[in-house]
């Protein structure tokens, strides 16, 4: 059992209870399950970009022993219910939806598009028989990149579109943009393009749908973010009331926001469970997840910077056009959080806002670790071009531009307050932690010697959950609910919507009810993953540290209220008078006096209670947010670039982090430590590639290369003091600014590291053979 | 189909396979020990790690068949009476996992490399593990429980 280290648990790194099971393989993922009779899925997949289908035939898959049933596009169609994106509809994202089946049925829109499904006695039968299949196509133009898909000489991939446009052209304008141009003593414009990756998780999209053909009720075992957004989904596009379809989930193998909801592939296979009466397994193969899962990012920017020769940011003016990929979902709610958040920590005077979502046909736009991530990548690239402009270093010239901490707070120009920010104080921190004076020597005796040092930072703040509007009826990120319950053998059980895919929250919320209620951690359960028993919730958008653990903390002090109301009547003694301690009841003063929860509950579930007493020690708690905050920091990173081969190696990396009061320190420094991974990935190796006809390039771990040991360094975190804002709730979330600020860190450092040569780097993706082509143009100008 | 017989966590098993199935899927379904996960199913992600006759072996890229007559370890085979294991303990406590679907594989993998290489330093332990991807802790902290173990082990 975890040892007891600390008075309160919370702010401890409690040892996590998933590990037990996860450490000696006994966890439960999706593909470990395994019920009587049940089928395996695979899917026929499209070789090609655009084309129209001509015919699908599935007889002789139908024929291979070992396969069950094989169905077209049409037989799916006609066994499900049309319509757009379940989670686009869920949020009501803007623009245009265009009604996808759940296989192609016309035409396909990327290679990956499922054209087919075969159901089979086990998964080498369903891979068989989808050999079997024979699909005729008709090629159309692919549609292969934004810039196509905007010229109305594209044809749409939707025909009830007209055109390949997702979300059409907005401008917002934020303070008074021409007059902020006009005055500044200069205007730098800059292309800046984030290319295209993925969320990769190392278990990909899976479930087993089971229909209970006598009962009418559908349960899906499912791998995902939500239980009860993919119950919504099942119940939409199959046509089902809600409460005939029931979602489980155990433990799931990462997602990083490509698991919301359910996929057009496991409401296929829900479909056919319900078509065969008998269970279905799908489970994507990597190939399968690296061409078909979806892939984020790909938007390119025109910037434009009114800069004071002081070093002021006045204001900026960004256009943005998103590569929303074939199925229109996130891509097209991005451009909105970009726009609020484009400010950042600084001090803007006007901000104009552009963008378009283009649909182009590439595997679909979906969410990934700080969707929104690009702004950050955009402003901080932007600052450390400006610095190099104007000669002033970049740490100095963030502090300018940083709002300073007043009362009442400084607003982003889009309107958020920047209340209890501590962007200056993790500036501050990092260039204490990193020497920059000694490492700038360093750096000049290595140039003499062909040694390129680069040094860099970055810095953020995210919304998570945000500061409470003056204005707004209710918290930044609406309320979370959990019921608590107190049961006889003295557990303390959560309930909870949250659907942790590594984020440890069986231990975290453990960790603050049991110091709120006043009962051993092990005496802690949480319950997660089935919608017959969990409140609505998601886990995502780094919500669940400051909603979830705020929840936790109420609802846990709601049922420690309601077990001594009614111990009171047990113990003769004023609820006043009564303490919880270590899990027992005890007046305050008379140690002898304890009696164990676990006697409180049994006495309360014995009935001898009349009707005037609430013996039902349970609770029904909800959470605003209370008065919220912003998490946020400072990274640096220190490279070594060998511009004989283009290779870079991270040398130092130091995050210096305000994610509020710490729940559980081990937990935070993970997240952060994953998250900057994956942002060295994003910029030194990962890329979701595609040729000009849009063929996928990177459908194997051989080409869409990830992070490994190897590649990443010892990342030091270091954790400022937050200023706290709520008088019980400073938690706050930690799951994507590490995502969200080490591209631009670490590019910033590779620039600086090329600084004798010239190059101005204006993308992301910076390869070895990229960095070479960086040296060679500077140096050919 | 073919019949073979193999020692898998020291106990004899039996199973009758087609030749293609894998070791990873012969282990996963037709002995129900699905601690073993499937990450890529072309040997570059490691989660499938196990050890056959004292090697670390891919069981994506292993056919059960040529598993006959071996010695099979997976990550249902190092935990003693219900526990923990030395290593798993020191990732325990060392808060080395977050998902938790590399983690037999890295488990496995750095039994392996500790049982040959009691001595290794950080270094060598990031060289050893760089064939197994993690994708949610940045290595980190798995390499802090494997040095720990190794700590542990020599300290006795």
């Not at chain 1, 069950?68 to 245009?96: F, I, K």
């Not at chain 1, 020690?617 to 990173?637: I, K, N």
């Not at chain 2, 060598?124 to 802790?137: P, V, Y």
């Amino acid at each position: 059992m975890p040892e007891i280290v600390a008075e309160r648990y919370t702010g401890a790194s409690i040892k996590r209870s998933e590990d037990p099971r996860i450490l000696t393989g006994t966890g439960r993922y999706v593909d470990d399950i395994k019920l009587p009779g049940m089928l395996h899925a695979a899917f026929v997949r499209s070789p090609l970009a655009h084309a129209r289908v001509l015919s699908v035939d599935v007889s002789a898959a139908r024929a291979l022993p070992g396969v069950v049933a094989a169905y077209t596009g049409a037989d799916l169609e006609a066994m499900t219910v049309p319509g757009p994106d379940v989670l686009m509809a869920l949020m009501g994202a803007p623009g245009p939806s265009p009604e996808f089946t759940l296989l192609a049925t016309d035409k396909v829109r990327f290679v990956g598009d499922p054209v087919a499904m075969v159901v089979a006695a086990d998964r080498y039968f369903a891979e068989d028989g989808c050999d079997l299949v024979e699909v005729e196509y008709d090629d159309l133009p692919p549609v292969a990149n934004a810039a196509f898909a905007l010229d109305p000489s594209s044809p749409p991939l939707f025909a009830n579109l007209g055109d390949n446009i997702a979300r059409p052209h907005s401008r917002s304008e934020f303070g008074d943009v021409p007059a902020t141009f006009a005055q500044a003593d200069r205007v730098m414009e800059f292309h800046i393009d984030v290319h295209r990756h993925q969320n990769v998780p190392m278990e990909g999209r899976g479930c087993v749908a089971s229909y209970d053909s006598d009962l009418g009720v559908m349960t899906v075992y499912a791998a995902t973010q939500s239980v009860h957004v993919s119950k919504i989904a099942v119940a939409m596009r199959l046509g089902m009331e809600h409460d005939q379809v029931r979602v489980l989930a155990g433990d799931i193998g990462g997602s990083f926001g490509l698991k919301i909801g359910a996929s057009r592939e496991e409401l296929a296979a829900a479909a056919a469970s319900r078509a065969l009466g008998r269970p279905v397994k799908w489970v994507e193969d990597r190939g399968e997840n690296l061409t078909a899962s979806g892939q984020a990012r790909e938007e390119s920017f025109d910037v434009r910077a009114a800069v004071s020769n002081d070093g002021d940011l006045l204001g900026l003016d960004v256009k943005v056009v998103i590569d929303t990929g074939a199925y229109p979902g996130m891509g097209t709610m991005v451009p909105g959080i970009m726009q609020e958040m484009l400010p950042g920590p600084y001090k803007l005077a006007a901000l104009g806002f552009e963008s378009t979502a283009a649909i182009t046909n590439k595997a679909s736009y979906v969410a990934y670790r700080g969707p929104w991530a690009s702004e950050t990548f955009v402003r901080e690239r932007v600052i450390d071009l400006m610095a190099k402009d104007l000669g002033i270093d970049p740490v100095e010239l963030r502090l300018r531009n940083a709002a300073e901490r007043t009362d009442p707070p400084a607003s982003m120009i889009t309107g958020r307050p920047l209340v209890g920010v501590t962007t200056r104080e993790s500036l501050e921190r990092v260039a204490q932690l990193v020497d920059i004076p000694a490492f700038r020597r360093r750096q000049a005796e290595g140039r003499e010697q062909g040694r390129y040092l680069g040094i860099g930072v970055a810095t953020f703040i995210e919304a998570a959950p945000g500061p409470r509007s003056p204005e707004g009826p209710s918290g930044p990120m609406g309320t979370e609910s959990m019921r608590l319950r107190l049961e006889e053998d003295g557990m303390v059980v959560l309930f909870t919507g949250q659907m942790p895919h590594g984020q440890s929250h069986q231990t975290t919320l453990a960790q603050i009810a049991a110091d709120e209620f006043g009962v051993p951690f092990e005496q802690v359960r949480v319950v997660v993953g089935d919608t017959a028993v969990v409140p609505f919730g998601l886990t995502g958008g780094s919500r669940s540290a400051t909603m979830t653990g705020g929840v936790a903390l109420h609802g846990a002090r709601q049922l420690k209220v309601k077990v001594l109301d009614f111990a009171s009547q047990l113990m003769e003694a004023s609820a006043m008078d009564l303490q919880i301690t270590d899990g027992n009841v005890w007046v305050r003063g008379d140690p002898a006096s304890a009696i164990p929860v676990s006697e409180i509950a049994q006495q309360a579930a014995s009935g001898q209670f009349g009707a005037d007493v609430d013996a039902n020690l349970e609770v029904q708690a909800s959470f605003d947010g209370g008065e919220g905050g912003w998490s946020g920091g400072t990274h640096c990173a220190i490279v070594d670039v060998d511009i004989e081969t283009g290779l870079v190696k991270v040398e130092r990396y130091v995050a210096v982090e305000d994610c509020g009061a710490l729940i559980n320190p081990a937990v935070v420094e993970g997240q952060i430590r994953g998250g900057v991974a994956q942002g060295i990935g994003a910029v030194l190796l990962e890329r979701s590639a595609y040729d000009q006809d849009g063929n996928y390039q990177s459908a194997t771990f051989m080409d869409y290369l990830l992070p490994t040991a190897s590649d990443i360094p010892r990342i030091e975190v270091d954790h400022l003091q937050t200023v706290p804002l709520d008088a019980d709730v400073n938690f706050r979330g930690v799951g994507e600014g590490g995502m969200i600020v080490a591209p631009p860190t670490l590019v910033n450092a590779i620039e600086d590291a090329l600084a004798p040569f010239g190059v101005r780097i204006r993308e992301q993706h910076l390869p070895p053979a990229r960095i070479l082509e960086l040296i060679d143009a500077a140096n050919a100008t | 189909m073919v019949d073979i017989t193999l020692t898998v966590n020291g106990v004899t098993r039996t199973g009758s396979v087609e030749a293609r199935k894998t070791l990873a899927d012969f282990l996963r379904d037709d002995l129900d020990l699905t601690g073993t996960h499937v990450g890529c199913e072309h040997g570059v992600c490691g989660a499938c790690t196990v050890i056959v006759d004292d090697r670390e072996v891919r069981s994506c890229l292993m056919l059960a068949v040529q598993a006959a007559g071996s010695q099979v370890t997976t990550i249902e085979g190092l935990a003693h009476d219900g526990g923990l294991g030395p290593l798993q303990q020191a990732m325990w406590d060392s808060h080395s996992f977050q998902c938790g679907f590399c983690t037999p594989g890295f488990v496995m993998q750095a039994t392996a490399f500790l049982a040959a290489h009691p001595e290794a330093d950080e270094q060598q332990i990031r060289e050893a593990l760089s064939g197994n991807i993690c994708r949610c802790t940045g290595y980190q902290s798995i390499i802090d429980g494997v040095l720990l173990a190794a700590q542990r082990t020599r300290q006795g």
